[in-house]
């Protein structure tokens, strides 16, 4: 587990929240309001790992890197966010379709967000992050998640 690549283990939360997202059906808000809260938490938790512990490591070693493809993630990660709110906030109130619409614009931006980061982003930090440093990131998110 401490040998664990950042890129495989911010790749498999990946996975696991569109595991929740799927398992959304917009049709019974009652039913689908606590699997979209808990999306809407495993996503909040994903972003906050990436912008307060893995992206600023990787900004610190290779400083070109913030000014491009992290200054770009932090971008859709605005949009991202006020979506999933929006989309929460509509579930709660029980319009279904308002939630699956305001989904369907966050996944807009999601998909092609979360093929950069696996194919660009991730495997960069592997590189710039030395075996010490990305223990310690995993080490960092491994504390903060038991919080
Ligand atoms: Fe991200
Ligand atoms: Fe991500």
Redesign the pocket.
């Known amino acids: 587990m401490a040998d664990e690549m950042i890129s495989d283990f911010?790749k498999k939360?990946?996975d696991e929240i569109d595991a929740l997202l799927a398992a959304v059906d917009f049709d019974r808000p009652k039913e689908a309001l606590p699997i979209l809260a808990e999306f809407d938490r495993r996503l909040e938790r994903?972003?906050v790992w990436?912008e307060e512990i893995l992206f600023p490591t990787a900004a610190r070693l290779a400083p070109p890197l913030a000014h491009g493809p992290i200054a770009v993630?932090l971008e859709e990660h605005i949009l991202i966010r006020k979506d999933k709110r929006d989309a929460l906030e509509r579930l709660a109130a029980g319009d279904g379709a308002g939630a699956k619409r305001s989904t369907a614009a966050m996944l807009e931006v999601l998909g092609g967000?979360?093929m950069k980061?696996?194919q660009i982003l991730?495997p960069t930090c592997d590189r710039v992050l030395a075996g010490a440093q990305a223990a310690r990131v995993m080490d960092v998110i491994r504390e903060k998640s038991r919080g």
């Open positions: 911010f939360d990946h994903h972003i990436e993630m967000h979360n980061e696996e991730y």
